[in-house]
Every structure is written in structure tokens, then in C-alpha cells.
């Protein structure tokens, strides 16, 4: 009976790609001549590194496009938390709220700053970090002191709450953010999943402090790769400005640093590639909204199976289209896994959580028994935009 349920599961992706024949890989980028009129353009003025016009045109796009007040590129996503983290003035010891459902970055990029990550878990609807427990766990586990936010069994400092949007659904943000306020901690947001995604017609990455997205290869747009940080503060640009260029002060000639900085710009050939593609961001997530519905149309008879659907008020990039599997599927989630890359579509199930991961086992954090329930249920569909013709 599962068998034959896998099976049907296996040929609804099909259905919902209206792709019988190829493989179907998870997340291919999509191109068209204006790649390669830019880049080429880029090569030919000699300006492909860290100087040169494309750098501020993309940043300009990112910039209107989000609505923020600031848009500043880097070379990854990896790098923008990182600097994020910095600039929000997080030091060795330091502990930073993130949910333990996430792709491993949002805590590796806080642990070469020697900050400790502090897990807290999730909720079903949005996929991102449950408000409602944190406010009970916080007013359990914390004190607010004249230091700032203390935790009262580590003794150590809580700098920040990190919201990570996952596969671009909107996180409770708004409730997340009044919890901020509350405990007088800084808001960060990972929106690396979430360029195109809106919370109440506001775009994602805009209501924190600071945001990191990501331009990956396997993101909405690409870059090859690269990232940007996004602020609404106009000092707190500036910081990340000064921090990502080696902390040089401004003059024609003359090399002087006045601290310790980062080589974290965007080179302008990937500024290049990236503005070309944000040139065509609304058809890109036009195509995804489609394939999205095609999913949960061929899904919604398949009781064994629930597509993760955006939460209301909210509209979704549908970056990576995901499943939740039944109870009664979870112990044959291997087998799927395995049918589904014989017949060459990639399925890929949700990360691991980090507080399983040998490097942050020891760090702090909550109960997490949603993340573990949906760690073992969730699996991403392939969600390429060339899959809808
Ligand atoms: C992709 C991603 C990152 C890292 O971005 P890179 O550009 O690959 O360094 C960080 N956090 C999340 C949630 C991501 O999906």
C-alpha cells in the first residue's frame, strides 16, 4: 500500500511539473541574453572587480525593489550575516535567539565571531520561529538588566533574535518584532530564502535592524554568488559600508584603516549578472507562483501528503515548494528519497537541525519539538522556474 503510495506521490510531481520525461532538478537558475549582454558588457570595461557601475545599479534595484532605505552587496549571504552580526556590535560570548530549523549559515556565521547560538523553536504554519513561545520562554529563562538581556542560567548577554523566512515564507515577524522591543534585543533577519516575499505589503529583510539575503546560484536571482545587507538606519549602513571595505578611509591615494575590517564587496561582474536578473524578478516570481498552484492543486487528493502553503497576510516567493509528509509516510521517507532520485527528480528533505549537528550540541536552547517533528516530514519539491513553460 505505501509502495504504491510513493509512487502516486512521485507521479503527481510530475503532474504538477507537467514535466513526464526529464529529470527535475531542485533549483536551476534561469537566463536570458540580457546575462549575457551585461556581463559581457562588464568584461569589456575592464571593471569586473570590486570597482565599477554595476555594483551601485544593482544595489540601486535592490534598493527600490524592497523598498528599504539601504542595500549594500556583498559577496554572500554567509559574509552579510556575518557582518550583520558584527555591526549590530555581537562579541565573543554573546549569545544570539535563531531557530534551530535553518540552513546551518544563520549560526556558523555568528560562531567565527565567537558568539553562541541560542535555539528556539518553530511553528507549523509559518515554518519560522513560534512568538508565542519564545515571549514564555524569555520571561522564563531571561532577565532584563541594565546590561541588556541576560539569561539567567548562562550568566551571558542575549544581543539579538535572528528570524529566519523559510524557503521564503514569511515568519510571524511583526509579533517577533514586538518581542524585540519588549526585551531590548536587535532584530535580524535571515531573508536569505525571502527576495520577493512581502509580510502585510511590506517586503522581508525590512523589518529588522538589519537583513541578509543571498544570491546563490540555487536563490531567486543569482549572482553566481553573492549576497546583500539590507538597514533602514542610516548609521548602521554607514558601519556596514565602512566594515565590508577594509575599513579604509575614503582618499585618492593614501591606504589608512582605522580598524579591523572585512574584504566582503560584490566584484561588478557579479553586480553584472545580478542586475540583469532583478530586471526580471517579477517574471521569475510570477512563474513560481504558478508552479506553486499547479502543486497544491495535484496535491490536494493525496491525503498522506500537505503542500506548505504561504500564511495569510502574507505572500510567498515559493522559493523551494515543500511537502509535509503524513505520520503514517515519516518512517518511509528514505524509500521516497531513494524511488524519487532513481526516476531523476531531486527531492531534497528539510536540514538538519543544528542542535543536532556535532559543533552546536552543547549550545543552548528550548524545547524544540516542532523543529524535530518537521525535520523529519518536510521535503522541498523541484522548484525550478524553466519547469513552467
Ligand atoms: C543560502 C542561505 C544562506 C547563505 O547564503 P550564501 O550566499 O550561500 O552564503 C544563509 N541562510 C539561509 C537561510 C540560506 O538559505
Redesign the pocket.
Known sequence: MMKSGIENILSVIREGTGNYKQALSLHEPFFTNSEIEYVTECIRSGWVSSVGSFVEAFSDSLQKYTRSQFAIPVV??????QTCYYVAGIQSNDEVLMPAL??V??AN?LAVLGGVPHFVDVEQVTLGIDPEKLECYLHDISEVTSLGLVNKHTQRTIKALVV???FGHPSSVHRLKTICEKFGIFLIE?A??ALGSWYDRQHLGTFGHLA?L???G??IITTG???AILTQDKKLAERVEHITKTAKQPHPWAFYHDEIGFNYRMPNINAALGLAQMEKIDFLLQKKRILAARYEEAFSNINSVKFIKEPSNAISNYWLNTIQLSDELVSYREILLERAHSQSIQLRPVWNPLHQLPMYKNCPRMDLSMTEFLSMRLINLPSSVGLIQ
Open positions: 554572500n549571504g554567509t559574509a552579510a550575516l535553518t540552513f549559515a544563520t556565521a529566519m523566512h523559510t535571515d536569505c530564502e541578509a543571498s544570491f546563490n540555487n536563490k554568488g553573492g549576497g
